[in-house]
Structure formats: C-alpha cells, structure tokens
C-alpha cells in the first residue's frame, strides 16, 4: 500500500521569504500522480500543484514550485516570496494512475504553515 | 462556475441519532468522492462514485456508513447511530472522467455529543 509521510508538523516563514516544505511518499507503482494541497482556516482545500510521475521536469505555478526526486520518492513543496494569505495547512497527496479519475488520494498528515509580517 | 458544495456547514447531535450529509459536486464531474478529517486519523478516504459504475466502499469504517449518489450528481453521505468517534469534518470531492485533480468541498463540521 501506498503511503506519504510529511515530517514536519509544523513550520514558519517570514514575508517575503522562501520556505520548503518536505513529503516523502512509498510506492511501488512507477506511474502515479503528486498533489499538493492548501487548507487554510476555512476548510476548504485548494489544490496549489500537481506531478505527473512520468514528467521530469519540476511543475511550477506563480510562486510555488515543486522538487521532484523520483527515485528518493521525495516531493518538497517550495513557497517563494511567502505573502500572509499563504498561511495554512499544506498536504501531500498521492494518486495511483487511472484513466477514469477513479482512484482516492492518499493524504500526508499536513504542515502547519505560519506566516510572520 | 460554481464549486463543489456541502450542507450543513456544521452539524451537532447527540449520540445514537442519524445524520444526513449531502453534497453538490461540480457540474459535468462524474467521479465524487468522500473523505474524513480528524485530529487522530488525518484524511481517510471513505467512499468513492464514478458515473453509474458500482461504489467503492472500501473506506467505511463501519456498516454505520453508508452514501448514496442520486442521478449521478447529488451524493448523501449517512451515519446511523452516531458514536463520538464519528466526531470530524467530512470533505466531499468531484472530478471530471479523464482529468485528475479532485475539488473540494467546505466540508461539514460533525460533532456528535
């Protein structure tokens, strides 16, 4: 079975500063989906970045980006010019390849993000 | 256009009582699913639509649970007799067929007393 580990409950950054965030995951499949998404205190979870296994190159959205080791099974998440509104709970999440969207995500337990004025 | 959708918000009853959460997903999503937040478990998935196929329900923790999906759109999420460790936030997610991404609803707040 598939699992994703974030070992960092917990972190902080200031404005304007740049922050990783860690997510290792255990697969034995070769093709599977990355997600990272933002909770923040109103429950609603907004997908920030997403990975397709089989694409080397690291994805990227506006101030987000990802690094991508696939054979450290390694998907840290990169906040750069952190602003206040980044402040929330981040997950990693993990979904095996099915071409009919049919398959659940595989949740980290979260970090904590903090963003300081 | 509109995202998914959950009511109610927040949800409280006394132990032993049946609720009832629905869910709204996106327009033209075929697949929907549910998932539980708690403090102990995390994300946990639950259950699982896609269009008129048969259910995935290997996420129930217990027969207590069970969802429904009406005319491959509305889903109502059931809970007989609640215990407390049902307390939790339940998250209700849709995707289109070919696409990946699950988007997400509010979530409803359950708290069983």
């Known amino acids: 079975a598939q699992t994703v580990t974030q070992s960092q409950p917990e972190m902080s950054v200031q404005e304007a500063e740049t922050v990783t965030l860690s997510c290792t995951y255990d697969?034995?499949?070769?093709?599977?989906?990355l997600f990272w998404y933002k909770q923040p205190p109103s429950r609603q979870m907004i997908l920030v970045i997403r990975?397709?296994?089989?694409?080397?190159q690291n994805a990227t959205e506006n101030r987000f980006s990802v690094n991508f080791q696939k054979a450290a099974k390694s998907f840290s998440l990169k906040i750069s010019d952190s602003q206040l509104g980044d402040a929330a709970m981040y997950f990693c999440?993990?979904?095996?390849?099915?071409?009919?969207?049919?398959?659940?995500?595989?949740f980290g337990k979260g970090t904590t993000l903090s963003v300081s004025s | 256009g509109a995202g998914v959708s959950q009511s109610p918000s927040n949800k409280v009853t006394e132990k032993g009582k049946d609720v009832e959460l629905r869910c709204d997903p996106i327009?033209?999503?075929?697949?929907l699913y549910w998932y539980r937040q708690s403090l102990g478990q995390g994300l946990e998935f639950l259950i699982y639509?896609?269009?008129?196929?048969?259910?995935?329900k290997s996420g129930l923790p217990s027969d207590r649970f069970s969802a429904e999906r009406t005319g491959g759109s509305v889903s109502t999420l059931t809970i007989q007799r609640t215990q407390q460790e049902d307390s939790a936030v339940y998250l209700c997610?849709?995707?289109?067929?070919?696409?990946?991404?699950?988007?997400f609803g509010p979530g409803t707040r359950l708290t069983v007393t």
């Open positions: 990975q397709e296994a089989y694409k080397q």
């Open positions: 997610a849709s995707s289109q067929q070919v696409r990946y991404e699950q988007y």
């Open positions: 999440a993990y979904r095996s390849p099915n071409n009919q969207a049919g398959t659940a995500l595989i």
């Open positions: 327009s033209g999503h075929t697949a």
């Open positions: 639509f896609q269009g008129n196929s048969a259910p995935d």
């Open positions: 697969t034995s499949e070769s093709d599977y989906y």
